[in-house]
């Protein structure tokens, strides 16, 4: 066989190996700097509303409830029906506005600071440093040979996790049935089949993410990372080394004089990397694998500090700003574009909230029979009228209808609805055969509070008759 070939095939072997290469644990070091403590602080933020909310009452209710099969989603002491679908759908643009708006902003902030991913990912990995110890510690100790106190120490920090995950999924649980109730219902063991289902679902979903996938969600899972460079310019701040300051990198003494030596200021200590939970090496630029968490530029200043360098080696900047050296120019006209529609919707789906009707009516007219001829020789029409109150008072309503001469409206029994129900009430409307000038006339049924005039909505149906010659 020629050399070519045997170096072509083993070449194809060396990069298939690369390509198919196991899975290496990444272990972080803990970094101090004011990135971390805002990342921090904004997990402490995040998993403390996640966890509290659902514990929290607004008046009767839960302050925060899904509640599926009564088809009624209670925030805040507003109630949402699936007639109010269309705020879903706006609310989704938002988060999608919101999403373009801080990546062009600012990169993958969220994915850095606010991401669930992140969040539990952090949570696991503060659990795990409690049991097992700093990086170092770590990785002694998976190196080390299985002996009853590794074996404890691993069960440990397993028996943290898979607590603290089923305590997630109970909470997840919680949003979508009263947490109060589910709590009663799990000290007896009496939770339904799906409930139990969803509460192990999700706490596996939680071990499994946050505890052994960890980075490998973000960059191969997450479709994130692959758009997101859709939403990046030239001027959008990113988390960048600066390589002409830093290069060439080598290690040196504390006092020596690096510029004289010919040498940048990066030290090549690679706490960068170290630090970096996705294990890259933001020195080699920016990777679709990075999420912006800043571990990077707290680690990097701190070497500087130790060094007498300035700060900003790595930093939030710009390509442009790396390139030129001027200023990050932030403000641009994409930001404002995003900004100005984000703001728009947002006030406009709050002013529809504020304005909605707490009170909706249909109107179904009766189909088995069109119209009937009563006794007394008048044409009636039956209907049926779908009250729903999306107040979470009760209150008692009155109907009226119009639209025609003479109209008589008949019903059994007084309109009261609780608050957040639905009532359906037969009406029977009745009128003389000659106030009809038509086959089908246009009439309005209006439904008022008594407790509430304002409280009030029109309808509007057709009366259908027989064929009156004039």
């Known amino acids: 066989m020629k050399p070519s070939n045997i170096r072509s095939q083993t070449e194809s072997a060396e990069n298939e190996q690369t390509l198919y290469a196991k899975h290496e644990k990444i272990y972080p070091r803990i970094t101090f700097g004011f990135f971390t403590r805002l990342k921090t602080l904004s997990g402490i933020v995040l998993l403390g509303i996640y966890y509290l909310l659902p514990w929290f009452q607004w008046g009767e209710r839960q302050a925060v409830l899904f509640d599926l099969p009564a088809r009624q989603f209670h925030i805040l002491g ?14 989704l643009i938002i988060a999608a506005l919101t999403l373009f708006f801080f990546t062009t902003l600012a990169g993958r902030l969220w994915c850095g600071f606010a ?76 939770l339904g089949g799906w409930e139990t289902f969803w509460f192990l679902f999700y706490s596996f979903a939680t071990y499994g993410n946050a505890g052994w996938l960890r980075e490998q969600m973000c960059t191969y899972m997450c479709p994130y990372a692959r758009f997101q460079s859709a939403m990046f310019d030239k001027d959008t701040m990113i988390i960048a080394y600066d390589e002409k300051r830093g290069e060439p990198r080598r290690a040196r003494k504390r006092r020596a004089d690096y510029k004289a030596q010919g040498l940048g200021a990066c030290i090549n200590c690679t706490m960068c990397v170290q630090v970096c939970p996705a294990g890259i090496d933001i020195r080699y630029g920016l990777q679709s694998q990075c999420i912006s968490c800043s571990a990077c530029i707290d680690a990097c200043d701190e070497i500087m500090d130790k060094m007498a360098y300035p700060r900003g080696l790595i930093r939030y900047t710009t390509e442009n700003s790396l390139k030129s050296g001027i200023p990050p120019q932030i403000w641009r006209p994409r930001i404002f574009v995003y900004g100005g529609i984000l703001l728009a919707i947002s006030i406009g789906i709050m002013m529809s909230i504020s304005a909605r009707s707490l009170v909706e009516l249909d109107v179904i007219h009766d189909r088995n029979s069109l119209f009937r001829e009563t006794n007394a020789g008048l044409i009636e029409n039956v209907y049926r009228l779908r009250i729903m109150n999306k107040d979470n008072q009760p209150h008692t309503y009155d109907v009226t209808a119009s639209g025609i001469e003479g109209l008589e409206l008949r019903k059994d029994q007084d309109i009261q609805v609780d608050g957040g129900s639905v009532m359906t009430l037969p009406v029977d409307l009745a009128v003389e055969p000659q106030m009809l000038s038509k086959r089908s006339m246009t009439i309005i049924f209006q439904l008022t509070a008594r407790d509430n005039p304002e409280l009030t909505i029109m309808e509007e149906a057709r009366f259908l008759g027989p064929f009156v010659r004039r």
């Not at 507003?78 to 609310?91: C, G, M, N």
């Not at 607590?163 to 979508?176: D, M, N």
Request: glycine share 4%; aromatic share 18%; with cysteine.
């Open 115 to 190: 991401c669930p991913q992140t969040i539990w990912t952090d949570a696991f990995l503060w659990m795990e440093r409690l049991v097992e110890g700093d990086r170092a510690k770590q990785m002694k100790l998976d190196q080390a040979p299985l002996s009853f106190r590794k074996f404890r120490i691993k069960t440990t920090k397993h028996i943290l996790w898979i607590v603290f995950s089923l305590f997630t999924g109970f909470t997840f649980l919680g949003y979508f049935t009263p947490i109060r109730e589910l709590t009663q219902a799990l000290m007896v063991f009496n």
């Open 78 to 91: 507003l109630t949402f029906w699936p007639q109010d679908l269309i705020y879903l759908s706006f609310l």
